[in-house]
């Protein structure tokens, strides 16, 4: 995998030579025309983080960065040249494809001796990391409500209820205007399934309009949850509007709180955390050092019976090939395939393609093809078997490394894996992307120094010390791990402190609105 070869970066040169093998160095500092890198003069300005070449590439030939084909030549490049959007292309169209050819053994940490964290444990004895009460709407028409009903709990309202992380209003814009049955309405139940069972809700509200799609009688039954103490329903039409359902909803959370109050944090094994990976605003140093820090992250947490999901189908699209050589059967990679198969009609369907990427924040921090950006995202997966595929919000069973299918863009992953159980988010970013995912705590890795220092108030974790030579990737790995223990035993992340987290989640809408 991308991030194998990469464990000492430190340089006092203004650029980075990342494998014997490639074609291209990157600069760590914009890099004007002339100046000298390898021996071979700019011909043009390189911007930071962007490619160089550093030997003749022919027309059509592939170019290499990581040891990996992220590209191909559209004319000949010349050594000095910048190598970028002018001069490289795809094609997806020869990937070979091998099952578990490159599995690994893990040397998994006994039992006896594993690390723990401060958790919370639920009557039914599935494991958070935080306490809230939820307030989740089945239709669009009821986010006003909701978000009303959840403003009434911030600041000095919950002081007496010191175990309460907060009151968190899931709100979405579906719910109506689309069919009753079928592939949306069936993603839309199981995601709000996900957040109302979500083992750091200690209760949950559902608040409907009354005459939805979505109606909330019909979700419960579909998705076999049953009403009780700390699931309740409102229905705004039956309540009388407005103003009565909204003082309704306060009535049904304060009953509510003192049983959510009763729960406290106790030591548990971290084989009950589930962490999510995310990456957005990726740069050229994406997989140079978060993504791969993340990924040793990912490995420790592994080896210690817990379990990291990837996602993000769209953008792991063209290092599928890298996965599947560590699926754990072939049954494991041909559900991947049949992932990327059902991607390409859906993308076609929407007159899109696959290849639609990296986004122009991706390309400005010097990423070019899909290939490039593709085979960073997947370094956040570490190097274990990949073991289990799971479809957009659907329950994650499986401990180790596994996969849920979702689109790249951030909010949308995030609330899948959120409702497929992930109670800590990593998520890594190179321009300074800003998010957050109540109710689960998500914490922030910067791919370098420079964004950290300017959004410092929004990164958690500063992997650009790898390009600054202060530590390498496996021990800024270990931090990150260290790191994802304390923020699940209750430290607050960056995006926790700063209020992020309600208006970010975003329910997967793949269908027709009617």
């Not at 579909?222 to 407005?242: A, H, K, S, W, Y």
């Amino acid at each position: 995998m991308v991030g194998s070869n990469l464990t000492n970066l430190s340089t006092s040169k203004p650029y980075l030579s990342l494998h014997p093998d490639d074609d291209v160095v990157i600069a760590l500092a914009d890099l004007d025309v002339g100046l000298v890198v390898e021996e071979v003069s700019l011909q043009a300005a390189v911007p930071n983080g962007h490619k160089l070449a550093v030997r003749p590439v022919a027309k059509g030939a592939p170019v290499r960065k990581f040891g990996q084909v992220i590209g191909f030549a559209t004319m000949d490049i010349a050594p000095g040249d910048h190598v970028h959007s002018h001069n490289l292309e795809t094609d997806l169209q020869n990937l070979e494809y091998e099952f578990g050819t490159d599995r690994k053994k893990i040397d998994m940490v006994p039992e006896a001796d594993r690390r723990t964290f401060d958790g919370i444990m639920r009557a039914n004895g599935v494991i958070a990391t935080r306490n809230y009460i939820g307030v989740i709407t089945s239709v669009n028409c009821a986010v006003t409500v909701a978000r009303l009903i959840s403003d009434r709990f911030r600041g000095p309202a919950l002081d007496a209820f010191p175990n309460v992380d907060g009151v968190v209003a899931v709100t979405h814009g579906s719910g109506c205007g689309m069919s009753s049955e079928g592939e949306s309405m069936d993603v839309l139940r199981r995601t709000l399934a996900g957040y109302i069972n979500h083992a750091n809700f200690a209760g949950v509200l559902i608040v409907g309009l009354g005459c939805e799609a979505n109606q909330i009688s019909t979700l419960l039954e579909v998705e076999g949850i049953e009403v009780g103490d700390q699931v309740r329903t409102l229905v705004m039409q039956e309540e009388g509007g407005t103003a009565a359902a909204v003082e309704a909803g306060v009535e049904i959370v304060n009953d509510m709180l003192g049983e959510a109050n009763d729960f406290s944090r106790i030591s548990l094994p971290i084989s009950h955390l589930k962490l999510g990976l995310q990456c957005g605003g990726s740069d050229g140093f994406s997989a140079i050092t978060a993504n791969p820090a993340l990924g040793v992250a990912v490995d420790l947490l592994v080896q210690q019976g817990g379990t990291g999901i990837l996602s993000e189908t769209s953008e792991i699209y063209g290092a599928e090939h890298l996965l599947l050589r560590r699926a754990e059967s072939e049954k494991v990679g041909r559900d991947f395939l049949e992932l990327l198969e059902w991607w390409k009609d859906y993308t076609a369907r929407n007159n899109t393609a696959m290849d639609n990427n990296p986004s122009p924040g991706n390309k400005a921090g010097g990423l070019t093809t899909i290939f490039e950006k593709s085979l960073g995202a997947a370094a956040k997966g570490g190097s274990t078997d990949l073991r289990a595929v799971y479809k957009y919000a659907e329950p994650i069973t499986e401990p180790g490394f596994v996969f849920m299918d979702s689109p790249g863009y951030d909010p949308v992953s995030a609330t899948g894996q959120v409702a497929s159980g992930a109670n800590v988010i990593c998520f890594t970013t190179g321009r300074g992307s800003c998010f957050g995912c109540k109710p689960v705590p998500s914490l922030k890795l910067a791919t370098n120094s420079d964004m950290y220092h300017r959004m410092t108030g929004d990164m958690d974790i500063n992997c650009g010390r790898i390009l600054d030579g202060e530590i390498d990737v496996q021990q800024m790995g270990a931090e990150i791990f260290e790191d994802i223990i304390a923020c699940a035993s209750g430290a607050p992340s960056k995006s926790e402190l700063l209020g992020y987290g309600e208006a970010e989640i975003v329910p997967w809408n793949m269908g027709a609105v009617l």
